[in-house]
């Protein structure tokens, strides 16, 4: 089970339609998925061990190389020194 199944079965996360729903609101919108680099992989094995999950290291590294803002209330993740909302 991967982090995103083990966050929808516990109720930490709902997609309101499902799953299927998001993924086709994702395609229908237009967004860019973004695929993992080896600049993504090689700024995660860089990062401070602040944040233990390792999707969420991943989503970091991604907005460090990507300069990209992550939407997040989770405290660890507003540790590293990028842009963030919430």
């Given at each position: 089970m991967g982090t995103g199944d083990k966050k929808l079965s516990t109720g930490k996360l709902e997609f309101g339609g499902g799953i299927e729903n998001f993924i086709e609101t994702i395609y229908r919108n237009e967004f860019a998925l973004l695929d993992i680099s080896s600049?993504?992989?090689?700024?995660?094995?860089?990062?401070?061990?602040?944040?233990?999950?390792?999707?969420?290291?991943?989503?970091?590294a991604q907005a460090i190389v990507e300069n990209m803002t992550i939407i997040t209330v989770d405290e660890d993740i507003l540790k590293y020194n990028i842009n963030y909302i919430w």
């Open positions: 600049k993504h992989i090689k700024t995660v094995v860089e990062l401070p061990f602040i944040h233990r999950d390792p999707f969420d290291r991943m989503l970091i």
